[in-house]
């Protein structure tokens, strides 16, 4: 493969939900960067709907925190800790991301910078997203290739009234997510997914995948 074609797919292989995040300052340019590929993305009939909130007043991350917290402590946490690992993962593998993901909570009002992905056109639908998250996904890459650590959550939507009243947004625009974004205080690596073979199938559902040609 070619050296870009490469390191695209190494990027795609090592984009960790990074939810330890530093404090300190991140440059402009490093965010517009994030928010140029996001603008990248295809949407629905091109028409680029989406607008994208940059947030680092520290009054609204507290405000915005403690609901997110707040649905951590009582309603995500109770479940996943009450639950079984997650697919492919080890018991203490997946006692350290709910260590990561209860340090978010506790922090995520510290990371530096937010961006809150948003759509206009009234109540959200089941195939809204299509045209949002692609530029979610080309910002977590971009993080990724610039050394810095992102995640995408979607908890505070469990006070999705109150949350976007506290950002401002208008009647017809909702949010989609909130990303995160700062220096990691861990390093990349490997993402861990379940076999191909698992989660494929060919032709009709639970017909098995063929990854050879007869």
């Known amino acids: 493969m070619p050296d870009e074609t490469a390191n695209l797919f190494e990027m795609m292989a090592t984009t960790r939900s990074m939810r330890r995040l530093k404090p300190d300052p991140v440059p402009a340019e490093l ?8 603008v990248s993305a295809p949407s629905g009939g091109n028409m680029q709907r989406w607008r994208f909130l940059v947030v680092r007043d520290p009054k609204v991350k507290q405000t915005v925190g403690a609901y997110y917290k707040r649905t951590w402590d009582e309603v995500v946490a109770p479940r996943y800790r009450a639950g079984e690992p997650a697919p492919g ?4 593998r997946f006692r350290r991301m709910l260590d990561a993901a209860q340090y978010l909570a506790d922090h995520i009002h510290e990371a530096p910078v937010w961006i809150v992905p948003c759509m206009g056109g009234g109540t959200p639908t089941r195939t809204s997203g299509s045209s ?5 996904q080309n910002m977590l890459l971009a993080a990724r290739a610039l050394g810095l650590g992102a995640t995408l959550t979607t908890l505070y939507l469990n006070f999705e009234k109150e949350v976007e009243t506290a950002l401002g947004l208008p009647p017809d625009v909702h949010s989609y997510a909130l990303l995160p974004i700062g220096y990691p205080m861990g390093r ?27």
Do not use: H, M, N
């Open 31 to 38: 965010i517009r960067k994030v928010l140029e590929a996001g």
């Open 89 to 92: 993962t080890s018991p203490e």
């Open 132 to 136: 949002i998250y692609p530029a979610v």
């Open 188 to 214: 990349f690596g490997p993402v861990r997914r379940v076999p191909i073979a698992d989660v494929v199938y060919e032709d009709q559902w639970g017909q098995p995948y063929r990854d050879q040609p007869i």
